[in-house]
T-cell receptor
Framework: AQKITQTQPGMFVQEKEAVTLDCTYD???????LFWYKQPSSGEMIFLIY??????QNATEGRYSLNFQKARKSANLVISASQLGDSAMYFC?????????????FGKGTTLSVSS | DVKVTQSSRYLVKRTGEKVFLECVQD?????MFWYRQDPGLGLRLIYF???????EKGDIPEGYSVSREKKERFSLILESASTNQTSMYLC???????????FGPGTRLTVT
């Protein structure tokens, strides 16, 4: 069965520092995709970044980059130059495909706190 | 912009009541999903639908049912609410051929 593991319940960082949020995954599929979502205290889920298993380059979106290490089955999110507004819960997710369609399975999340 | 709306942000119901949570998306997406979110457990998939009148069980379907009579609307039904269904419920939609899911604002349900 597919599985997403986020081992850091909470992370603390100061403004302008870089931070890495860990994510490891387990799948027997050759084709898969990995996502990161941000959930501020208001509750909405905000899509940050996507990495396909066949993508040769690590995905980047502004201050977000995904450090994809296929052999180690890890897909860590790197946030450069943290801002106060980055304080939120972050979820790693993987798309899971069965005969009926495709859904996402999520990790348990990491709470990031950015201080000034 | 894609918009996914949920009928209530906060809901309080009594044990044994029948509860309807409504989700509407305005982008003609084929796929719709219901998740529940609990502290320390992340998001868990309850049901999803890939077409009108079609549904598939997710990881935790027990105690829930769904209805999709129109493409834009996906309803989650708690036939007889119980206190262990107190949770945040998140709806999402996704167009065919894309991997990104678009989420609604969530409904925080309390069952007393």
């Amino acid at each position: 069965a597919q599985k997403i593991t986020q081992t850091q319940p909470g992370m603390f960082v100061q403004e302008k520092e870089a931070v890495t949020l860990d994510c490891t995954y387990d799948t027997s599929d050759q084709s898969y995709g990995l996502f990161w979502y941000k959930q501020p205290s208001s509750g909405e889920m905000i899509f940050l970044i996507y990495q396909g298993s066949y993508d040769e380059q690590n995905a980047t979106e502004g201050r977000y980059s995904l450090n994809f290490q296929k052999a180690r089955k890890s897909a860590n999110l790197v946030i450069s130059a943290s801002q106060l507004g980055d304080s939120a819960m972050y979820f790693c997710a993987m798309r899971e495909t069965n005969q009926a369609g495709t859904a996402l399975i999520f990790g348990k999340g990491t709470t990031l706190s950015v201080s000034s | 912009d894609v918009k996914v709306t949920q009928s209530s942000r906060y809901l309080v119901k009594r044990t044994g009541e029948k509860v309807f949570l409504e989700c509407v998306q305005d982008m003609d997406h084929e796929n719709m999903f219901w998740y529940r979110q609990d502290p320390g457990l992340g998001l868990r998939l309850i049901y999803f639908s890939y077409d009108v009148k079609m549904k598939e069980k997710g990881d935790i379907p027990e105690g829930y049912s769904v209805s999709r009579e129109k493409k834009e609307r996906f309803s989650l039904i708690l036939e007889s609410a119980s206190t262990n269904q107190t949770s945040m419920y998140l709806c999402a939609s996704r167009p065919q051929g894309s991997y990104e899911q678009y989420f609604g604002p969530g409904t925080r349900l309390t069952v007393t």
